[in-house]
């Protein structure tokens, strides 16, 4: 267990760093784009992606997730899972062609018919990527599936700029994509040595895990774009675009911390599935990290949010400021019980996360209908999160449950990083109060001051707990071994009493 901790440890960090450059790379890529063409250029390969993506839906079957689950997956499921990806490809490309004339009929724009003949191309030859690489997830070979990763978005962007500098217009988006998805299929094959073959003999085996994840995606997809439908035709377009921007700008700290870490602890628990105790003892490290990363970066937002939308969006966002705050905690329990959902994946039991994202839906929309209709996007955004709140302390519960977990464990884990963000939000309240100085140095002023409270609240309630085991040992221990070179300091473990 403890060589599973290190490399899960490695992982976060690869998979972090990746997420961090994979921003700054799309990040520079907007910027260049948005001065070589015109928005009009943008909207038109929207309509098409936009149309993909829906079909999409249908065959996101999640493959790669059943592979990584099934500990003692053979070539025979691997195969399986690369034969529907064709199958799949063929299919999205036949359903593209068909539709491309009646589709450019409805927008009114027959430029983009040709557009989606070359997406069903690019579609159809992307379903023969070698699914090899999955093994490096499998395996905890985080280390690869960054270079992969990377790898893979630095083609896309070098070969979208270059076109985008030569022709100036849609075509530079759409060839782009084209060839990036060529690039990236001629590289899944040279990265591994899997030659994968058609088969389908391990189609019910996949299927009997993956039917359950299609649902998932199917519900979440429109858990997500139910919202816009309702807001869009009860409150109007400029609702909307305040919707979308509140919601990418408050979600952004946490999903960029959160999700590499979820990436990297599914396949770890899939390798502890027949070992409940250690699954259980890296389940509450992970969930005290998250916590500890999570909560004062939720919290931090809803504390500064009055401060850096002028700042950062311009005093015409500024109606954006309490659906920040609200979508800030929505986050932050995002974060939170995402761990909880890859126990449930990794355990093998992806019906339970059906059920509760059929639940979360089930309350959503009528209490957003509601909402929205007497509060306008205020009622909208409140209804998320109280659909959230319901069903977080559910999906917890379950999944302690099914670790055989104790709430006075869990809490043993958690109580440092609530109360080291209490202190933390009344530092920074207090000092929001007081001060009177520029926005941009008053926002600067309370961040590091914020963050300073934090660690240093955090870190002595650590100590005067007796360095008792969790994220804060996790994280000295890493920084000792990973950064100073020091010998690793054996903290308190709960292994033989994680019960309660």
Same mark, same amino acid.
């Given at each position: $267990? ?16 990746? /997420? $961090? ?48 689950? /099934? ?50 191309? *690019? ?31 630095? $083609? ?10 030569? =022709? ?47 649902? @998932? ?46 990436? @990297? ?6 390798? =502890? ?29 809803? =504390? ?23 979508? *800030? ?53 409140? *209804? ?5 709140? !319901? ?7 379950? *999944? ?49 001051? +914020?963050?300073? !409270? ?11 707990? +007796? ?7 996790? !994280? ?18 709960? /292994?033989?009493?994680? /019960?309660?």
């Amino acid at each position: $267990m403890d060589n599973i901790s290190s490399k899960m440890a490695k992982g976060a960090a690869w998979m972090v760093g990746f /997420k $961090m450059l994979e921003r700054s790379i799309g990040l520079v890529s907007t910027i260049i784009l948005a001065r070589l063409l015109e928005p009009g250029d943008f909207g038109l390969v929207a309509m098409a992606t936009a149309f993909l993506g829906l079909l999409t839906l249908l065959t996101s079957f999640s493959f790669d997730v059943a592979l990584i689950q /099934k500990q003692d997956a053979d070539r025979h499921l691997y195969d399986t899972a690369w034969t529907f990806n064709v199958i799949f490809g063929v299919l999205l490309a036949l359903v593209l062609v068909a539709t491309a004339i009646p589709l450019a009929q409805f927008y009114n724009e027959v430029r983009l018919e040709q557009i989606l003949y070359v997406l069903a191309i *690019s579609t159809l030859l992307g379903g023969f990527g070698n699914i090899g690489p999955v093994a490096f997830r499998k395996d905890l070979q985080f280390h690869k599936e960054f270079y992969f990763l990377l790898a893979k978005k630095l $083609m896309g962007f070098t070969v979208c700029m270059i076109l985008a500098f030569t =022709l100036r217009n849609y075509w530079a988006l759409v060839w782009g994509t084209f060839a990036g998805r060529i690039l990236e299929v001629l590289l899944s094959y040279r990265v591994h040595p899997y030659r994968p073959r058609f088969c389908l003999k391990g189609r019910k085996e996949l299927f009997g895990f993956s039917g359950w994840l299609f649902l @998932v995606n199917t519900i979440g997809f429109m858990c997500n774009r139910a919202p816009e439908f309702i807001i869009g035709k009860l409150v109007g377009t400029q609702a909307l675009g305040l919707y979308n921007i509140s919601n990418e700008i408050a979600s952004l700290p946490t999903n960029e911390l959160v999700q590499p870490i979820n990436r @990297v602890t599914f396949p770890a628990y899939s390798k =502890l599935i027949d070992d409940d105790i250690g699954l259980a003892n890296i389940f509450l490290k992970v969930q005290s990290i998250i916590t500890l990363l999570a909560l004062p970066i939720g919290t931090g937002i809803v =504390l500064t949010a009055h401060l850096f939308v002028p700042i950062l969006l311009g005093n015409k966002w500024l109606d954006t400021i309490p659906l920040i705050q609200l979508f *800030s905690v929505y986050g932050t329990l995002m974060a939170v019980q995402s761990n909880a959902s890859t126990v449930y994946l990794a355990k093998g039991k992806p019906k339970i996360q059906a059920f509760l994202a059929g639940f979360y839906m089930f309350m959503l929309l009528p209490i957003m209908f509601v909402l929205t209709g007497k509060n306008g996007i205020i009622g909208a955004v409140s *209804s998320v999160l109280i659909a959230l709140t !319901i069903v977080t302390p559910i999906s917890i519960w379950l *999944s302690h449950r099914l670790l055989h977990l104790g709430f006075i464990t869990l809490l043993g884990y958690l109580w440092r990083p609530v109360l080291a963000t209490f202190s933390m939000a009344a530092v920074v309240f207090w000092l929001d109060t007081r001060l009177d100085l520029v926005p941009r140095l008053q926002l600067i002023t309370i961040i590091i001051v +914020g963050i300073i !409270i934090y660690t240093l609240t955090i870190l002595g309630l650590w100590m005067i707990s +007796g360095r008792k085991d969790g994220a804060e040992s996790f !994280i000295v221990n890493f920084l000792q071994t990973k950064l100073f070179k020091l010998p690793p300091k054996a903290y308190q473990n709960v /292994k033989s009493n994680y /019960k309660n």
